[in-house]
T-cell receptor, first 115, second 113 residues
Framework: GAVVSQHPSRVICKSGTSVKIECRSL??????MFWYRQFPKKSLMLMAT?????????EQGVEKDKFLINHASLTLSTLTVTSAHPEDSSFYIC???????????FGSGTRLTVV | GNSVTQMEGPVTLSEEAFLTINCTYT??????LFWYVQYPGEGLQLLLK?????DKGSNKGFEATYRKETTSFHLEKGSVQVSDSAVYFC????????????FGQGTILTVHP
């Protein structure tokens, strides 16, 4: 079946530094990828939708200059948390939609801790 | 806009008990409905789905029926196992969401031996 690889699974960084999270579709092409943030005991909040080769569409209230999304190929999207602060600590999950289908596959998530 | 409401958790059951997790939705048009499961420290996995009214999705003993008249998609399992302990999310796609998934708040299920 379709697999999405998300790395790293866990990362700890210092305040003020940047962290890049990768989301890669291993055996299918994904024109569209989604980035979610999950707070403890809460649901998933969609942060942005990225389409290959174009700028990401951010949800209301999400700072696009802080959460940089790049989707340069049909199999890779990256989320960079810039100038991270402790309040950015969270669980980030990507999802990829296989091109031409309505099939969504989720990555295993990245636990970000900013100290 | 679209919204999904799940029953409040957490839900704690003994092994072999019957499970129901309620889910209701608000959407225009004819959305597709999903149940996802999240095991500790992992991402979401699709459990089952239904794409039109009266469809029944089923997988691993779990079932849910798309009820348009009550705008519901309740998840059921006749006999839960300890390995079913996880967080369950109801979600919809369609209506005004233009392909995006809208999730409920999640329900934590704990099954004891």
């Amino acid at each position: 079946g379709a697999v999405v690889s998300q790395h790293p699974s866990r990362v700890i960084c210092k305040s003020g530094t940047s962290v890049k999270i990768e989301c890669r579709s291993l055996d299918f092409q994904a024109t569209t990828m989604f980035w979610y943030r999950q707070f403890p005991k809460k649901s998933l909040m969609l942060m942005a939708t990225s389409n290959e080769g174009s700028k990401a569409t951010y949800e209301q209230g999400v700072e696009k200059d802080k959460f940089l999304i790049n989707h340069a190929s049909l199999t890779l999207s990256t989320l960079t948390v810039t100038s991270a602060h402790p309040e950015d600590s969270s669980f980030y999950i990507c999802s990829a939609r296989e091109t031409g289908t309505e099939s969504y596959t989720f990555g295993s998530g990245t636990r970000l801790t900013v100290v | 806009g679209n919204s999904v409401t799940q029953m409040e958790g957490p839900v704690t059951l003994s092994e072999e008990a019957f499970l129901t997790i309620n889910c209701t939705y608000t959407a225009t048009g004819y959305p597709s409905l999903f149940w996802y499961v999240q095991y500790p420290g992992e991402g979401l996995q699709l459990l089952l789905k239904a794409t039109k009214a009266d469809d029944k999705g089923s997988n691993k003993g779990f079932e849910a029926t798309y009820r348009k008249e009550t705008t519901s998609f309740h998840l059921e399992k006749g006999s839960v196992q300890v390995s079913d302990s996880a967080v369950y999310f109801c979600a919809l796609r369609g209506g005004t969401s233009y392909g995006k998934l809208t999730f409920g708040q999640g329900t934590i299920l704990t099954v004891h031996p």
